[in-house]
């Protein structure tokens, strides 16, 4: 057989229990939910700012990273919900390299899943209690969502997955936000389709069993660039390519239309540097339109404690193993200047 069955990893209920969330984080977390639900709906103007490294590679650097950006929060808190980028599973292009802390919980050793499964539920149950944000996360493996459902207050879905029907399935039960990235071609009418899935019931077969969703009316649409057939980069940030998404959204019946834009990836060019000039853009174009201040609900920022990126094993504190980030200086002036432009 191509496969080999290494050994059985936990279920969601054994994790859950082993690695609880208290009560009263739990009830931080509802009224932290209902403050980032109001952005989309339509009943807060606040502007939420989804910032962290590219991947969450390390507990301690992490945790520090989040401690910052909770003492960030308490200044900008009448203007900016900041909801933490802890991403635990990166999908890699070619298959190739570390595909986040659930495999690999100690980068330079071997895949360990039920070891990277605990490690993950750890490092987001400290963040939590040091910080009380609740954390972003990339839906990569739909059948890991029962992992994480108690501790997640916001799911992406990214540029390869979102054609996938197991991901618009597993989102239409879910009863937090959910971004739907476009997919690489650019083509967004693939990434509103995937939200009409996704906000609507289904009956289907998950985790061993026939499950039926509600629907999902908090899905919405992430803008994070194109790549054409050169391998080009080609953005979608800007004022005529949000009008065109605002355009596609009103012929549409979805619930709670909602954008927002990944400032990272295509729309930069994997120049990390580039994503504050960026953000500078699409808070401009929020103050010509009115619409598309009203559709632009925040931004997603690629940010770490150190710039930049560096290799598995360089060992350098806060520093990305995966795409390059933004350094802490620049990031926390970043936020500064995003609400003073509010």
Request: hydrophobic residues 35%; glycine residues 6%; proline residues 6%.
């Amino acid at each position: 057989m191509g496969v080999t069955y290494v050994k059985e990893v936990m279920s969601p209920q054994e994790l859950l229990s082993a690695y609880p969330l208290p009560e009263a984080h739990k009830a931080l977390k509802e009224k932290r939910d209902a403050e980032i639900a109001a952005v989309f709906t339509g009943k807060s103007d606040k502007f939420l700012v989804i910032i962290g490294p590219c991947s969450a590679d390390n507990e301690d650097s992490v945790c520090d990273y989040i401690n910052r950006l909770a003492k960030v929060q308490e200044k900008v808190a009448d203007k900016i919900i900041i909801i933490p980028r802890i991403y635990t599973n990166k999908p890699r292009t070619t298959g190739e390299g570390y595909k986040g802390i659930v495999h690999q919980p100690d980068p330079e050793k071997a895949p360990d899943l039920l070891e990277g499964l605990i490690a993950m539920r750890k490092m987001h149950l400290r963040a939590i209690a040091e910080t009380h944000l609740f954390a972003a996360d990339e839906m990569l493996y739909p059948e890991n969502w029962p992992y994480v459902s108690d501790i997640l207050s916001y799911v992406a879905v990214g540029a390869r997955s979102v054609e996938n029907q197991q991901h618009r399935l597993t989102v239409s039960g879910i009863d937090i936000p959910c971004g739907m990235k476009n997919p690489t071609s650019g083509t967004l009418s693939i990434m509103l389709n995937s939200c009409i899935a996704a906000q609507g019931g289904h009956t289907f077969m998950y985790r061993g069993w026939e499950v039926k969703t509600d629907g999902n009316p908090l899905t919405h649409t992430i803008l994070r660039g194109a790549v054409n057939k050169h391998d080009q980069s080609l953005p979608n940030y800007h004022y005529e390519d949000i009008r065109l998404l605002l355009d596609m959204y009103h012929r549409l019946n979805l619930k709670n239309p909602a954008c927002i834009i990944d400032a990272n990836h295509a729309n930069s060019n994997k120049c990390y540097y580039e994503q504050p000039r960026i953000i500078s853009e699409v808070l401009h174009s929020r103050t010509v339109s009115e619409d598309i201040r009203h559709l632009v609900k925040g931004v997603m920022v690629e940010s770490y404690i150190e710039p930049g990126s560096q290799k598995v094993g360089d060992h350098i504190y806060g520093k990305s193993i995966t795409d390059p980030c933004l350094g802490w200086e620049e990031s926390e002036k970043l936020i500064d200047t995003i609400a003073e432009r509010l």
